[in-house]
C-alpha cells in the first residue's frame, strides 16, 4: 500500500509559479511511475504530467513548455513546478503512482489532492 500526501496548492495570479510536492510513503517507491492529474468543476480528472521510473517526463499539450515534473528518489517525493499560470489550470492537482504500458496507467493510489486556484 502506498500513500501519498500533496501539498503546495493556493491562489495564485496569471503569470504566476506555484510548485506542488507529492510525498509517498509505505512501498518502495522508485518502481512507480508517477503522475499528476488534475480536475476542475464539472470535467474529468486529466493527466497532467508523468514520470517514468527513470526519471524521463512526459507532458500534457496544455502545459508543455510551461510544467515540469520531477521526482527525488532518495526522498520518496514528486513535484510539479507550474509556470505562467493560466486561469484554466484552475483545478484541484491529484497525485498518482502507476506505471507505463505505452503510456501511463494509473494504480488505484491517489493523494487528497490540493487546490489551485489562479485569478486576478
Known amino acids: 500500500q502506498l500513500q501519498l500526501v500533496e501539498s503546495g496548492g493556493g491562489l495564485v495570479q496569471p503569470g504566476g509559479s506555484l510548485r506542488l510536492s507529492c510525498a509517498v510513503s509505505g512501498s518502495r517507491f522508485n518502481i512507480y511511475a508517477m503522475g499528476w492529474f488534475r480536475q476542475a468543476p464539472g470535467k474529468q480528472r486529466e493527466l497532467v504530467a508523468a514520470?517514468?521510473?527513470?526519471?524521463?517526463?512526459n507532458y500534457a499539450e496544455s502545459v508543455k513548455g510551461r510544467f515540469t515534473i520531477s521526482r527525488d528518489n532518495v526522498k520518496n517525493m514528486v513535484y510539479l513546478q507550474m509556470n505562467s499560470l493560466k486561469p484554466e489550470d484552475t483545478a484541484v492537482y491529484y497525485c498518482?503512482?502507476?506505471?507505463?504500458?505505452?503510456?501511463?496507467?494509473?494504480?488505484?493510489?491517489w493523494g487528497q489532492g490540493t487546490q489551485v486556484t489562479v485569478s486576478s
Open positions: 498518482n503512482a502507476g506505471y507505463y504500458l505505452e503510456t501511463y496507467q494509473s494504480y488505484d493510489y
Open positions: 514520470i517514468t521510473t527513470g526519471s524521463r517526463p
